[in-house]
């Protein structure tokens, strides 16, 4: 397989030039799921190789399941910017980047076709056995940088993923219509304690007691991933319980 840059795209191989050696001899550890925000799968794939974007992947999929490499796995490629995940800043250097060809909340949002997904399932199945990536490993985008960005967003199907081995999963607790839950600007030890155990699983937070917005947006990333049924960045019992039961499942206690 040829994957100097400027060399042609062919069989869904497409060199990018964004790509760089992993610092410090790091290996991938992490797999980070991506929605690539554009009008096509094509329009993506241009500009994720052109050195001008500054961004890259390893992978994109487009809607109909097609799997098309961008950088080899052993680079360094530039899709998480700016991102944190249990002490870790440097998630490119960590991490495996697919780029899921989705338009986005900004286009309509639609649903990710089956195909789609059987693609990111068999993608990603390999790349976990060839890594041994844990399953606490498998996040979105909007997990490792809350608030700055929301793909793949909350249509994606992490329970299917869940079922065919891949990352961590647990059944949401049931939202009532009548919870509306704490917003910003409340403070309290139940607030505290959703910090603690959102710092435990991984997320970039400070544990102050107060529902302030870096708070909000790390619990709206929490939501994305494990209660996609509301969104809102607040701090209700279906995602206080949800919450607990996933620190459970991974065997991760927040500190008293
Ligand atoms: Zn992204």
């Given at each position: ?83 944190y995940w249990r002490g870790e ?45 844990a399953?606490d490993n ?5 997990d490792?940088?809350p ?21 961590r999963?647990v ?16 403070e309290g030890e139940s607030i505290l304690n959703a910090q603690k155990n959102l710092l435990a699983y991984g997320y970039g937070i400070e544990t102050s007691g107060r529902l302030d917005?870096a708070t909000?947006?790390v619990l709206?990333?929490f939501?994305?991933?494990f ?8 701090l209700?019992?279906?995602t206080e319980i949800t919450l607990e039961r996933l620190l459970e499942a991974s065997g991760k206690r927040a500190a008293a």
């Open positions: 397989m040829i994957f100097e840059p400027d060399t042609p795209c062919v069989n869904a191989v497409c060199p990018a030039h964004n790509r760089e050696p992993r610092r410090d001899g790091a290996k991938p550890s992490l797999l980070i799921m991506h929605y690539t925000g554009m009008a096509s799968a094509a329009k993506a794939i241009d500009w994720l190789a052109r050195p001008e974007s500054g961004v890259s992947c390893h992978y994109v999929i487009d809607e109909h399941g097609e799997i098309t490499q961008l950088v080899p796995e052993e680079f360094r490629a530039w899709h998480a910017g700016a991102s800043t440097d998630i490119n250097s960590h991490s495996i980047g697919i780029e899921i060809h989705n338009p986005g909340h900004q286009h309509g949002y639609p649903d990710f076709p089956p195909k789609q997904m059987s693609s990111v399932i068999a993608l990603s199945q390999d790349i976990v056995r060839r890594h041994h990536i399953p498998i996040l979105a985008h909007s490792v940088a608030g700055r960005k929301m793909d793949p967003g909350e249509k994606f199907n992490w329970h299917l993923l869940a079922k065919e081995g891949l990352g999963w059944r949401p607790f049931p939202v009532h219509a009548d919870d509306a839950g704490l917003g910003l600007g409340s917005a909000e947006k709206k990333a939501q994305l991933h209660r996609p049924r509301r969104v809102d960045g607040r209700d019992r279906s």
